[in-house]
Every structure is written in C-alpha cells, then in structure tokens.
Nanobody, 119 residues
Framework: QVQLVESGGGLVQAGGSLRLSCAAS????????MGWFRRSPGKERELVAA???????NYADSVKGRFTISRDNAKMMVYLQVNSLKPEDTAVYYC?????????????WGQGTQVTVSS
C-alpha cells in the first residue's frame, strides 16, 4: 500500500521560509516521479514542483527561484524548500507520486500540509 505523509507546514510571516517533507512507503521510490501540488480556496490545484527519480526538476513560473524540490532515494523522502514566502503562497500543499514522471493527475497523494503566510 502506497503511503505519502507530508510534514513541515505552518504559519510564517511573509519573506520567511519553510521546509516541507514527504515520507513515502510502499513503492519502488526511485522509479517514481514526485511532485508538490498546492490548492488554496477559490483557486485550481497547481503543480508547483516536480522531480524525476534521476533528479531532473521542473517548477511553476510562480515559484521559480524561491522553491527548491529535492529527494533522497535512500530515505524515500522528498522535500520542498520554500523561501521568500508570499501571502499568495498560502495553501494546502500535497505530495504526489506517479510512476515515471509526475503529470497533473498523479496516482498517489498525501493528505496535505497547510502553509499559511501572513502579511
């Protein structure tokens, strides 16, 4: 059974940083693309960052230069370092996994972690 468990969200002031973590289990981790999505009220779900098993990364334009996705295949962990946070980054952030490359509809999802950025 595939499980993805996020942690690291919280309340932070604008300009601050957080490190989101996602612990994966039940899958051949290095063969899976991993991604971080977010959803905020009134907005569509957005893929903010993705990483392949080999470490190639992709970012939404809105977070380029501020967010960094990384993974540790030995620990079956994926991380999202979020810097220079803005109030519009407030959302529930979800970890997702898909065999190969993450698309907009990955098969496996975590439960989400709330990030709230105050102005």
């Amino acid at each position: 059974q595939v499980q993805l468990v996020e942690s690291g969200g919280g309340l932070v002031q604008a300009g601050g940083s957080l490190r989101l973590s996602c612990a994966a289990s039940g899958l051949a981790f290095s063969a899976f693309g991993m991604g971080w999505f977010r959803r905020s009220p009134g907005k569509e779900r957005e893929l903010v960052a993705a990483i392949t098993g080999g470490g190639s990364t992709n970012y939404a334009d809105s977070v380029k230069g501020r967010f960094t996705i990384s993974r540790d295949n030995a620990k079956m962990m994926v991380y999202l370092q979020v810097n220079s946070l803005k109030p519009e980054d407030t959302a529930v952030y979800y970890c997702a996994a898909q065999y190969g490359v993450v698309t907009t509809t990955p098969r496996y999802w975590g439960q989400g972690t709330q990030v709230t950025v105050s102005s």
